[in-house]
């Protein structure tokens, strides 16, 4: 759904690799950022039935924190999320707000998930 960058980051997974760091540990670091951000997104999600903010949930990947949401049982997650226009459905943009609001913290989180992993590793 919603993206938000971190210039460098691809390359600093590589090297963490590089330097012997295992997947698991990438997971975690992301797996709780995006943890922290389905929270407040399923707070700020609009709710009629509930099922879209359910479907919210964070994935654990080794390269980036990402939170899923939608599917087959709730389709219309993203015309939520991003507004249609020719249906007259304004944008919510309720993952973006999420991810505003937690960026200070998951570039704390970033920044003490590498540390940990690199004087693990050195």
Request: aromatic share 6%; no cysteine; charged share 25%.
């Amino acid at each position: 759904m919603a993206t938000q960058y971190v210039d460098g980051l691809r390359e600093a997974v590589r090297d963490l690799q590089k330097i012997g760091a295992e997947v698991d540990d990438l997971k975690e670091v992301f797996t709780s950022i995006g943890a922290m951000v389905a929270t407040d997104a399923v707070a700020l999600a609009p709710k009629r039935s509930g099922a879209l903010a359910s479907s919210l949930k964070p994935t654990k990947t080794k390269n980036k924190a990402a939170v899923r949401g939608g599917g087959a049982r709730v389709p219309y997650a993203g015309a939520i999320n991003y507004g249609w226009p020719s249906r007259n459905m304004e944008a919510q943009l309720f993952l973006q707000k999420a991810i505003d609001q937690n960026a200070d913290k998951a570039t704390e989180m970033m920044d003490e998930g590498i540390s940990k992993i690199i004087t693990k590793y050195t």
